[in-house]
């Protein structure tokens, strides 16, 4: 979807990688994660209170951008967002729930939950690691479950959860187009107001090859910082102990 969205024009799109390659807003999520899903006593120490996403932030983390996909960390503040920008557009792409529930598991759980990204999330602190709890605290918030195995049970009840609240919120019912990739560019362009591209086929990307290489990329980028790390690691006690033993 995003794809088709860049060949009508939209060439900023905010999408489920945009975090990974500029986390430059990551406190800023992770705060609205924590304010929306987490208990206080959970969230906060005793002087910080996370607070919840306005207008204002939504405007400062995705107003360069002209539209938004519906991957985390957006699809948590669907409603938010629909509500906030009422002239917007919403597409609602349909998927079977059993194709989508195999995805998820295998291509976004599976890695969130391995022990390799355990140990980079340790000795990568400021980049895997914060990467790692934030999207860990976005799913449990989003699919109601502490654990991989709870995710997993809540994973089709959620998304049909998620399809009734984007219908329920999202007014006038023009706004709204609830659109299969296999409907091509007919109704998608209706819907947003644009031509139909001339001599260029509907995109299908091939999604599990895509999200494979994209997390195999930030692991790479992941395993750069852990090199320095161990390496700053080494010298310090090199020094120390030069220090203490003279």
């Given at each position: 979807?995003?794809?088709?969205?860049?060949?009508?024009?939209?060439?900023?799109?905010?999408?489920?990688?945009?975090?990974l390659s500029d986390p430059s807003s990551l406190a800023?999520?992770?705060?609205?994660?924590?304010?929306?899903?987490?208990?206080?006593?959970?969230?906060?120490?005793?002087?910080?209170?996370?607070?919840?996403?306005?207008?204002?932030?939504?405007?400062?983390?995705?107003?360069?951008?002209?539209?938004?996909?519906?991957?985390?960390?957006?699809?948590?503040?669907?409603?938010?967002?629909?509500?906030?920008?009422?002239?917007?557009?919403?597409?609602?792409?349909?998927?079977?729930?059993?194709?989508?529930?195999?995805?998820?598991?295998?291509?976004?759980?599976?890695?969130?939950?391995?022990?390799?990204?355990?140990?980079?999330?340790?000795?990568?602190?400021?980049?895997?690691?914060?990467?790692?709890?934030?999207?860990?605290?976005?799913?449990?918030?989003?699919?109601?479950?502490?654990?991989?195995?709870?995710?997993?049970?809540?994973?089709?009840?959620?998304?049909?959860?998620?399809?009734?609240?984007?219908?329920?919120?999202?007014?006038?019912?023009?706004?709204?187009?609830?659109?299969?990739?296999?409907?091509?560019?007919?109704?998608?362009?209706?819907?947003?107001?644009?031509?139909?591209?001339?001599?260029?086929?509907?995109?299908?990307?091939?999604?599990?090859?895509?999200?494979?290489?994209?997390?195999?990329?930030?692991?790479?980028?992941?395993?750069?910082?852990?090199?320095v790390n161990l390496a700053v690691g080494v010298v310090?006690?090199?020094?120390?102990?030069?220090?203490?033993?003279?």
């Open positions: 979807m995003t794809e088709a969205l860049h060949i009508l024009g939209h060439t900023h799109v905010y999408h489920g990688w945009t975090l800023q999520w992770t705060s609205g994660i924590h304010a929306k899903y987490a208990p206080p006593a959970q969230s906060t120490t005793k002087t910080t209170h996370p607070q919840a996403l306005t207008k204002p932030d939504f405007d400062s983390l995705l107003g360069q951008y002209s539209a938004v996909s519906g991957d985390f960390p957006c699809i948590a503040f669907a409603a938010e967002l629909i509500q906030t920008y009422p002239t917007a557009r919403v597409i609602l792409v349909q998927r079977s729930p059993l194709p989508w529930r195999a995805s998820m598991t295998s291509e976004i759980l599976a890695p969130q939950f391995a022990l390799s990204n355990a140990v980079f999330g340790h000795l990568d602190p400021l980049f895997a690691g914060k990467i790692l709890r934030f999207y860990k605290a976005a799913y449990r918030g989003f699919f109601g479950a502490r654990d991989r195995d709870g995710i997993e049970a809540n994973l089709e009840r959620r998304y049909v959860e998620y399809h009734e609240l984007v219908r329920r919120v999202t007014w006038p019912r023009e706004r709204l187009l609830e659109f299969r990739l296999e409907d091509g560019w007919g109704p998608l362009c209706e819907h947003l107001g644009v031509d139909v591209p001339r001599d260029v086929a509907f995109p299908w990307l091939n999604e599990r090859g895509m999200v494979g290489k994209v997390l195999w990329r930030h692991k790479v980028r992941s395993a750069g910082h852990v090199v310090f006690v090199a020094v120390l102990w030069r220090v203490v033993v003279g």
